[in-house]
């Protein structure tokens, strides 16, 4: 992984050099359409109440987990028994991403979402609030937080989202074949090019034309940067959307040549 001042360098030239998130000269109605719903839509919904009082929960709580780890590694804690108080912190999607996907998934209400990395289950919650009656499976490789996770959706009132536990090698296979399409995928696991490569390649068999699939932390190294560039030129791949921590994947063919979008978030 890139270290802290490596990524503060990357991310004052994406600042520098991205378009300024307001839409001008912005030619795709479907992009400007993002911008000015998802990117600009400042409206507090009532939903992210619920989900941040859940957070608050979490940032309280000094319960020790012991955290088997099938990815990349945390860049703060090199341990495997950390604090629920820490994942909450140093783990889980800060307020402004998680309400982004929410927002994206309340404009494009997909029947089915998929979600890789569940942590505490916060990006879970925005997710299954944006659309009550979707399909979601949220994928988890340690045991213990997915039993909190899972725990807490329960207790919350989250009653159709579905909690795989284990490795994403073994469970990503099984969870598709039971889905005829994905429509909405956030993958946030294993943050090494050649698994989110493959993690990927086995989504192109469920997508459709509305699919859309969000890729974390595609400037968190270069193994990283590399999956996302692979991910950016493959001939499925009709536009994609840099916001530097995420990167969003479409493939629908109204886009007649590729278009790759750059912006400030």
Same mark, same amino acid.
């Given at each position: 992984?890139?270290?802290?001042?490596?990524?503060?360098?990357?991310?004052?030239?994406?600042?520098?050099?991205?378009?300024?998130?307001?839409?001008?000269?912005?030619?795709?109605?479907?992009?400007?359409?993002?911008?000015?719903?998802?990117?600009?839509?400042?409206?507090?919904?009532?939903?992210?109440?619920?989900?941040?009082?859940?957070?608050?929960?979490?940032?309280?709580?000094?319960?020790?987990?012991?955290?088997?780890?099938?990815?990349?590694?945390? /860049? *703060?804690? +090199?341990? @495997?028994?950390?604090?629920?108080? #820490?994942?909450?912190?140093?783990?889980?999607?800060?307020?402004?991403? $998680?309400?982004?996907?929410?927002?994206?998934?309340?404009?494009?209400?997909?029947?089915?979402?998929?979600?890789?990395?569940?942590?505490?289950?916060?990006?879970?919650?925005?997710?299954?609030?944006?659309?009550?009656?979707?399909?979601?499976?949220?994928?988890?490789?340690?045991?213990?937080?997915?039993?909190?996770?899972?725990?807490?959706?329960?207790?919350?009132?989250?009653?159709?989202? /579905? *909690?795989? +536990?284990? @490795?994403?090698?073994?469970?990503? #296979?099984?969870?598709?074949?039971?889905?005829?399409?994905?429509?909405? $995928?956030?993958?946030?696991?294993?943050?090494?090019?050649?698994?989110?490569?493959?993690?990927?390649?086995?989504?192109?068999?469920?997508?459709?034309?509305?699919?859309?699939?969000?890729?974390?932390?595609?400037?968190?190294?270069?193994?990283?940067?590399?999956?996302?560039?692979?991910?950016?030129?493959?001939?499925?791949?009709?536009?994609?959307?840099?916001?530097?921590?995420?990167?969003?994947?479409?493939?629908?063919?109204?886009?007649?040549?590729?278009?790759?979008?750059?912006?400030?978030?």
């Amino acid at each position: 992984m890139y270290s802290a001042p490596q990524l503060a360098i990357k991310y004052l030239c994406y600042y520098l050099t991205a378009s300024n998130g307001k839409g001008h000269g912005i030619h795709s109605p479907f992009i400007f359409q993002f911008i000015t719903r998802v990117l600009n839509d400042h409206t507090q919904y009532k939903e992210y109440d619920k989900v941040e009082k859940l957070r608050q929960q979490f940032l309280n709580d000094r319960t020790i987990l012991t955290i088997q780890d099938f990815g990349a590694g945390s /860049s *703060v804690s +090199k341990t @495997n028994q950390r604090s629920v108080a #820490s994942i909450a912190k140093n783990a889980s999607k800060p307020k402004k991403l $998680a309400q982004l996907l929410f927002r994206m998934v309340r404009l494009y209400q997909p029947s089915s979402i998929l979600e890789l990395g569940t942590s505490l289950g916060i990006t879970t919650a925005y997710l299954s609030l944006a659309k009550p009656d979707a399909k979601l499976f949220t994928l988890e490789g340690a045991g213990e937080v997915a039993a909190l996770a899972e725990k807490n959706f329960l207790v919350s009132g989250f009653q159709d989202i /579905s *909690v795989v +536990k284990g @490795n994403f090698d073994d469970t990503l #296979s099984v969870v598709l074949e039971g889905l005829p399409t994905v429509c909405f $995928a956030f993958i946030d696991g294993n943050h090494r090019k050649e698994p989110t490569e493959k993690y990927f390649s086995q989504l192109l068999a469920k997508i459709n034309n509305e699919s859309v699939l969000v890729f974390d932390d595609i400037h968190w190294s270069r193994e990283m940067e590399q999956a996302w560039e692979t991910i950016r030129n493959h001939p499925s791949v009709r536009c994609t959307i840099d916001l530097f921590f995420i990167g969003i994947v479409f493939f629908r063919q109204e886009f007649h040549e590729k278009q790759h979008f750059v912006i400030r978030y």
